[in-house]
Structures are given as structure tokens and as C-alpha cells.
């Protein structure tokens, strides 16, 4: 399997020529961008703007894998207003056009929260509500990404929705597109399951994976940890992973918790990143 790392380990403003560069000298072979309002990846950003990024990890030997988003936080894809579920489509539509443009085969999409912690302004939406127009939201975006050949990956993450490896798998197999699936992450899951059951319940309709770890007898964010210092088993997860025959990149995702040098989180779990991957 092939390493990457996640833009969401850094701050939105990142300069992305300069992640890049770390991310190349710390050992790995990709790099996953993130989409935001206002960061180094935006939605208002010309084509040939997104180019010059894909230049960049091409003269350093890198490729890109996948596109993140931030925005859809704040944007929520279900939203009991339609102005903003309208904005939130827009965003990941262009998140679609720009991994078209980068070169990457998938994009990582909240699928929408029943209730967040994270956005400015949070809304608390109805369960099935949130259910109905996530897909009705991601069924539509379906054929563009048929047609750009990109993969939705949503992303299991702290929105009180999609609460199962069950009730996910129906999501996606109601849509029924080859294009919509899971980017699915084993640290997040922690809270409420066991990653590697997770992997083998969901198997193909997994398009790529987070790496990261969590401590589940601390609590918050702040219980996100370095790898091997949390309660994610790699070994059932690389195991699981087999059963699936899943082959494609581990991508590291890190809190940017080194306030004075972020990098640090880069070179500090490589060691881990290669001995997970030879489980």
C-alpha cells in the first residue's frame, strides 16, 4: 500500500508548495488536498490556479490520491435551509472538477450532520430527514462523478449520522453507483465501534482510507493521538483490510497538534505508518 498525507493535518492556509515538500522528505508518495472557503484550495479558484498544484507534486514525485473538504461544516449537505443545501452540492461538485483537475480518483464528503460540534452556526437536523436528502444530495452528484471518473467517498466523522457499518453499507448500496462509496476513517470510528468490523462489513465499497488514532478513555479532540497511542488496533485493521483486498493509499490524517513546527506530526508517525503497513 502506498503512504499519503492528508492537507487536513495542517491549517487551511497552508502553503501548499511548502507542505508538499515536507510531505515528499518525510517519505511519503502522495498527498491529499483539502477544499476550503477560504485556504489554499478554493472552490472560487480558476482551473488553471488547480493546475499549478497538480505541477507542484508532480515535480516532487507525488500523487494525489484524493481532495478533502472543509467547507461542508459549515455548509451542511442537509441543511433545513435549501440555500445552503444548494451552496453545499455547488462545493462538492466542484470538489469533484477540481480532483478531475488534480488527477485524483476520489473525494472525501461529509455526508451531512444530524448534529455538530464543529461548524460556526450548528444545526440539529431530524435523523431520517438527514438520511433522505443526503442521498437525494449524493445521488445527484452520482453522474458527474460518473462522468469525471472521481469517486464520493463519505466519510464516517463526528456527525451523529450514519451510525453503523449496517445502516452505511445501505446508504451506499441505495444509491447504487460504482462512484459513491466510503472513505472511511479507523480513528474516528472509535467512539462507536471497531474499525476493522467496520472494513469487513463495508469491503468494496471502501475507495480509501484514513490512518489516525484516538484514546477512548480521554474524550474530545483532544484525544486524537499519534499513532500506536490510541485504542485503533492496525493489526486487526491490516488484517481486515486483506480480507477485503484492499490495496490502495493509507492516508495520514493528524491534528495540527505542534503549534510551533506542524511537520513534526509527519516525521514523528512515519516509523508507525511503515510498520502498520507491513502487519
Not at 62 to 69: R, T
Not at 116 to 123: G, R
Not at 142 to 164: C, D, H, M, T, Y
Request: glycine share 8%; aromatic share 10%.
Amino acid at each position: 500500500m502506498k503512504q499519503g498525507v492528508s492537507f487536513f493535518s495542517f491549517a487551511q492556509n497552508v502553503d501548499v508548495k511548502e507542505a508538499a515538500q515536507q510531505i515528499k522528505a518525510a517519505g511519503y508518495s502522495g498527498m491529499e488536498p483539502v477544499v476550503s472557503e477560504n485556504g489554499s484550495l478554493n472552490p472560487s479558484m480558476t482551473d488553471q490556479e488547480v493546475l499549478k498544484i497538480r505541477e507542484i507534486a508532480q515535480d516532487l514525485g507525488l500523487e494525489i490520491p484524493s481532495v478533502g473538504v472543509w467547507s461542508l461544516w459549515d455548509n451542511n449537505l442537509v441543511s433545513d435551509s435549501r440555500a445552503i443545501r444548494s451552496k453545499a452540492r455547488g462545493i462538492v461538485q466542484r470538489q469533484l472538477e477540481i480532483a478531475s483537475l488534480l488527477g485524483a480518483d476520489t473525494i472525501l464528503v461529509v455526508p451531512g450532520y444530524v448534529g455538530c460540534d464543529f461548524a460556526v452556526e450548528p444545526e440539529k437536523i431530524r435523523y431520517d430527514i438527514a438520511y433522505e436528502r443526503s442521498q437525494e444530495a449524493i445521488a445527484g452528484l452520482a453522474p458527474l462523478a460518473e462522468q469525471l471518473k472521481v469517486n464520493i467517498g463519505i466519510e464516517n466523522v463526528w456527525n451523529r449520522f450514519l451510525l453503523s457499518p449496517l445502516e452505511t453499507k445501505r446508504f451506499v448500496e441505495e444509491i447504487s453507483s460504482p462512484y459513491v462509496g466510503v472513505y472511511f476513517d479507523v480513528g474516528n470510528i472509535i467512539y462507536i465501534g471497531y474499525p476493522e468490523q467496520w472494513i469487513e462489513i463495508l469491503g468494496s465499497h471502501i475507495k480509501k482510507i484514513h490512518f489516525c488514532d484516538y484514546r477512548a478513555d480521554q474524550s474530545g479532540i483532544g484525544a486524537f493521538v499519534d499513532l500506536f497511542a490510541g485504542d485503533v488496533d492496525f493489526k486487526a485493521v491490516m488484517a481486515a483490510l486483506g480480507i477485503i483486498g484492499y490495496d490502495d493509499y493509507v492516508t495520514l490524517e493528524m491534528l495540527p497538534n505542534y503549534k510551533e513546527y506542524p511537520y513534526v506530526s509527519l516525521y514523528a508517525n512515519k516509523p508507525a505508518m511503515d510498520m502498520i503497513v507491513a502487519l
